[in-house]
């Protein structure tokens, strides 16, 4: 029983990741692609994915249709909550202010947290709200393409 709990689980695992990356974000998995990627000029969106529900139903949809904007950041990237959890522990390590949240939105800037959607801002929503939510701080922190 076990063993089939853990092959469905990576199974869940996989398609999330293979679901945040098809929408062209770049996972990291480490602390130092996190340092390296959050440390970065310019904007930045973490996608904080997990394998809860409102991931699969609402954030990751989200992510991937809010990004078909005018204006958005200059770079995607996504930590796995639960499953990379230095990568993750590093990158909350930038959300200063902000308490842990999965899945969630962190934009920053130069390196610096501008704005988060946390879990309280997804769950029960519906992923045209987010996407609503996320196009609102790319307006106001973002420059346009």
């Known amino acids: 029983m076990n063993m089939n709990f853990n092959l469905f689980m990576n199974d869940v695992v996989n398609q999330a990741r293979q679901e945040i990356s098809a929408a062209g974000y770049s996972e990291l998995k480490t602390p130092e692609e996190v340092e390296e990627a959050l440390s970065r000029k310019g904007t930045t969106l973490v996608m904080i994915n997990s394998v809860c529900g409102c991931a699969g139903g609402i954030a990751r949809p ?21 499953q990379d959890k230095e990568a993750t522990e590093k990158a909350r390590g930038y959300f200063t202010g902000y308490p842990p949240s999965s899945p969630s939105f962190a934009l920053l800037k130069d390196g610096k947290i501008c704005t988060m959607i946390e879990r309280h801002d997804i769950e029960g929503f519906d992923p045209m709200n987010v996407v609503h939510k996320l196009q609102q701080s790319f307006d106001e922190y973002c420059e346009e393409l």
């Open 62 to 82: 989200a992510a991937a249709h809010a990004i078909h904007y005018d204006k958005r950041p200059d770079h995607l990237v996504t930590v796995f909550a639960g």
